[in-house]
């Protein structure tokens, strides 16, 4: 179970969870593009050596994946809970997962670059996620000897993540936000601040559920610390906007009737596609932490994690029609509410 993600953390009625991504090379290796499968291979089994054979207690709690022993949908099933990249679920030749016991570390091998490692917590927990990312980072290096430059920092496939090459991240669930049409604007505003605002699952996806992935968008010239004091200060700004709009719509009529009516679909329905679950379950998620709703809000976020079709897949390990997995998704809503 993914505890960081279905626990309530600091902050947890708006901020779901907290990532912290280092992009890492080692420095005898050319980036992974310009590798064949063999040498793929190869830095995978250096890094999973690095890791597993350190006398960190961290390394204990690790297990190492061939990415292409997975099925498809065990490794879109990953995606889905963010441990792992669309991508990297998609193209898992040569490719190496190391991931810890509650699976709140990932670390990909031979993504983009040679490593991605990533830390996630429940709720606004930035600085307890990069300071175990940095613990991670620096029994790597140890070994490993990563690519580094005085001037350019981290040296990276892709230039936007020279420097630090952190990509710190929170997920925001910002119905209130969505609702008042305000999306648009506080990206336009936030992107001069030197962040972005996405989907869930990051660049050229679309939220659902009213789910966002607020994240740095520079790592080049600036230290981890400022990075990171950045995004928690505008993070804090942005929940104090939703705060008040929520508090606003507590005695909306319209809005108190289609949390209502979305609590009782998710009660009766027989066939619930994605879409339709993720849209109903933002407004009972909404109407729980406006007091409107008595529910518990870490059952909502476990269904939120559970009910994705490659999870269902997965974790019934079989591949069911878009019909039946609908038909199952409701089924288990239904017992979830009643």
Known sequence: MLEWFNKKGPEGEIVLSTRIRLARNINEYPFPVRLDAKQKEQVCEKIKE??????????????????????????????????????????????????NKDSSVSIMLCEEDHIRLQVMKSGFDLDSAYELADKIDTLLDNSLHFAFDEKLGYLTQCPTNLGTGMRASVMLHLPALTKCGQINSLATTISKLGLTIRGAYGEGTQPQGDIYQLSNQVSLGISEKAAIDNLKSITKQVIAQEEKLREQMKNDDEVIDKIWRSLGILKNARILNTAEFMELISFVRMGICLGIVDFDIETINTLISQMQPATINANLEKALTPKERDLYRAEKVRQAFN
């Not at 597993?52 to 207690?57: E, K």
């Not at 190492?64 to 030749?93: C, G, R, V, W």
């Open 50 to 99: 690095a890791m597993l054979n350190s006398n960190s207690c961290i390394a204990k709690d690790f297990q190492y994946l061939k990415m292409d022993t997975l099925s498809n949908a065990q490794a879109i099933a990953m995606a889905e809970h963010h441990l792992i990249s669309p991508e990297f679920a998609t193209n898992t030749q040569s490719r190496g997962l190391l991931i």
